[in-house]
Structure formats: C-alpha cells, structure tokens
C-alpha cells in the first residue's frame, strides 16, 4: 500500500487514523453484524452515532444552546438557494461580499427570489484580496460572505460587524481556525474538505432564524423541517455522518480547533515562506488576506507549471494543479493534511527550482 500527500482542493485527504478505524468497523460494527452503510437511520446503533456527530460538532465549535445543528444533503450548493428561501423573509434584499465563484453562484441563486446587492467584490483583481471598509444596507435580510475561497486562497482574517445576520460559507476553512459563533446568523460547510466524505453538509442556525421561509419554500427546504426532525425527515446521508463523527473526534484528540490551528499555522507559514524567498514560485493571494488552507501559486510559464505538477506526482505529491478557472498551482493543505507532506512539497519546490533555473 502506497499512500500519497494529496493536494486536493475536495474531496480531499482524511485522517489516516479515521479511515483505519472505519476500515476496521466495516463489516462489522460494535457487534451489529453489519456496516454502518447497512444499518437503518432509525436504528439505536445510528441513533447514538448521530447524536454523537452533533454533539462533538457542538463542543467543538463551541456552539451556543441558541444554535441548531443539521446534517443536510445536497451539497453547499444547495444551501445557496435554501438559506434565501429560510432567510430572505422581511426585505427581500441580501448584501454580498462578492469574493469568488462561490459567492458568484451564490449570488445568482438569491436573484431568483429577490435583489442580491454586492456591496464589494474582488473581481477586478481576479479576486486576490478580501474587499475592506464595508458598507452594508439597512435593509437587507442578511449579510453573505464566504469565509476562505477555496479557489484564490483568501480568507476572512477579521469578520465584518453586520447589524443584520452574518451568514457565511465556511466550506474550505470550518474548523481550521477559531471563530465565534455567536457572531454569525448561520454558518454552513460541505463537508468534502475539513470534516469528511462528500454527501453530508454541516449547518450552524440561529433558532431565531428558523420557522419563517417565503411562500412556496419545497418541505425539504425548509430548515424548520430538518429541525423538528432531528435532520431524520428523510434518510440522512448515514455513513457520512458516522465519518465525520470519527473526524470531529480526531479534532479533539489533537487539542481542539486551537490545536489544529497551530498545526495548520506552522504547514501554511513553511509553505508561505518558501514562496516569498522563491525565484521561480509566487503565491497569487494578497499577503494579508491569504488563507491558511488554500495555497495557489505559480511560475509564470506554463511549461514549467505542467512539468512541476507532473514531477511532483511522481514523488507522490498529487492533485497539485490548480483550479482550470485561474491555472497555475494550488496546495490545499486542509487539517488532515500532515506536517510532513507540507514539508516535502517544500522540500520537493526547493529542488525543482534548483534544478530548472
Ligand atoms: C467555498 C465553497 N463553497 C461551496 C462549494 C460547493 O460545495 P458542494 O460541491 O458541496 O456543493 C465549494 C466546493 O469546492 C467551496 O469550495
């Protein structure tokens, strides 16, 4: 068996030590006889690892009691028309922040109900830097941001005060650095990069927010459904949940969303500092908005990018290519990537550079 450092922006690497574990329960779960992908959703046996899935996503985010938390399918897209539909409610208005092709599909989807009002976007500059000195509405129903872009390797270092509900695409940073709930109306996140297997979305809901969706909002649109529920409306995407569970454990174990912040800091700071003493390799993020998860970079000769994404996937350094919207490189250095695959894809950078210059 030969495992590789994989570089993918998502789905993307897992803890080894939860797809051991997993592999080892497969057939045969706790004495069940059958794999959690068997196993009915009503069952104790998944009853118990659901509740154990919502409360390890509680105390690790540290999630106030005010806060509902929903295993939702559909992907992150999907939450880019539910959140309108639950949200959009009073003025028929949301601000944006427009920082990337996330937020662009975003803001397509509130159109269909109502104005979306982009009240400062990145798009001039192929959206390398977090817009600053925002000016938001009186009246719009929320305030929409996308916390790290996973495509141009910004993130939020700093969150917008809002007087209207901050709601915020947390798909490629939750749980990769602190933040504070409470400052946030909802928080949601495919869970494909941070938290496990694609098919399960995590979202974060103020209560107050729930109960209120426009007229014609479809029943599984309707966060209010999924609450009262317990996200078992309909058949939730099981196995996913059970691996996320396994993941938010791993979280723990290594000290917490602090302890895995200090642990990316130290991947993205090796890696940030090779690029700004290289000659031949340049991060494309503003310096001061870059993010700690995603790291896009370049050449500047396309040549050398392909030979570099090639030579590095011999070495077992994969997925190094960069989205084909902006080209070039990109390091997603997500929690579950090591210290050790950081290194040697510096280590691998250093001697390609020597080599072809
Ligand atoms: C920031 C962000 N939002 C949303 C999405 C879309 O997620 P999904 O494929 O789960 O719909 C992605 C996917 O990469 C993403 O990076």
Not at 53 to 59: G, M, N, Q, S, T
Not at 146 to 175: C, H, Q, W
Not at 207 to 234: A, C, R, W
Not at 245 to 263: H, M, S
């Amino acid at each position: 068996m030969k495992r590789v450092f994989n570089f993918s922006a998502g789905p993307a690497m897992l803890p080894e030590e939860v797809l051991k574990e997993a592999a080892s329960e497969m057939l045969d779960y706790q004495g069940s006889g059958m794999s959690v992908m068997e196993m009915s959703h009503r069952s104790k046996q998944f009853v118990a690892i659901y509740e154990e899935a919502e409360k390890l996503v509680r105390e690790v985010m540290n999630v106030p009691d005010n806060y509902k938390v929903l295993f939702l399918q559909g992907g992150a897209s999907t939450q880019f028309s539910m959140i309108p539909m639950n949200l959009m409610n009073k003025y028929g208005k949301v601000d944006f922040v427009n920082t990337g092709a996330w937020t662009k599909k975003a803001i397509k989807e509130v159109k269909i109900f109502g104005q979306a009002n982009v009240v400062a976007s990145s798009e001039e500059a192929t959206f390398t830097y977090i817009p600053k000195d925002l000016k938001f509405s009186d009246d719009a129903d929320y305030v929409y941001i996308a916390s790290n872009n996973t495509i141009y390797g910004t993130r939020y270092t700093e969150f917008p005060k809002t007087k209207a509900p901050l709601v915020a695409d947390m798909s490629s940073n939750i749980m990769s650095e602190p933040v504070n709930v409470s400052d946030f109306g909802l928080i949601f996140a495919g869970a494909q990069k941070n938290l496990g297997p694609a098919g399960v979305t995590l979202v974060i809901v103020r209560e107050d927010l729930i109960g209120n969706p426009i007229k014609g909002t479809p029943t599984m649109m309707q966060y209010s459904t999924h609450v009262e529920n317990e996200s078992m409306f309909n058949t939730p995407p099981t196995y996913a949940i059970y691996i996320l569970g396994k993941v938010l454990k791993w979280v723990k174990a290594k000290g917490g969303i602090e302890g895995v912040y200090q642990n990316n800091l130290k991947k993205a700071n090796l890696l940030y500092n090779f690029l700004d003493n290289s000659k031949m390799f340049k991060g494309t993020a503003a310096k001061e908005d870059r993010s700690i998860m995603n790291v896009p970079f370049v050449t500047g000769n396309e040549e050398l990018d392909a030979k570099f994404i090639k030579e590095a996937t011999a070495e077992g350094l994969v997925t190094l290519k960069g989205h084909r919207s902006v080209g070039g490189m990109r390091a997603s250095i997500y929690n579950a990537m090591p210290y050790e695959g950081v290194e040697k894809l510096v280590n691998f950078m250093a001697e390609f550079e020597k080599t072809n210059s």
